[in-house]
């Protein structure tokens, strides 16, 4: 048995979509709801690099 417990990684906080959340405590669920707006983020950003990516090609079709 280990004594300090603050020597070992930390688990990543990792969310499931569907997944079942009775059972997180308030502060697990505001740490999934910042990962979820972390990720939402970041993909609304890759969506929007990527637009401007066609535009752009598009515009040297025209």
């Not at 004594?3 to 405590?25: M, R, V, Y």
């Not at 709801?33 to 990516?53: D, G, H, M, N, P």
């Given at each position: ?6 020597d ?6 990792a ?20 990962l ?5 983020t ?21």
């Amino acid at each position: 048995m280990r004594l300090f417990d603050d020597d070992q990684p930390k688990k990543k906080t990792a969310h499931e979509i569907g997944s079942d959340l009775s059972l997180l405590s308030v502060d697990e669920l505001d740490a999934r709801i910042a990962l979820l707006r972390e990720e939402t983020t970041r993909l609304e950003a890759e969506r929007a690099r990527k637009s401007a990516s066609r535009s752009a090609a598009e515009g040297l079709f025209r």
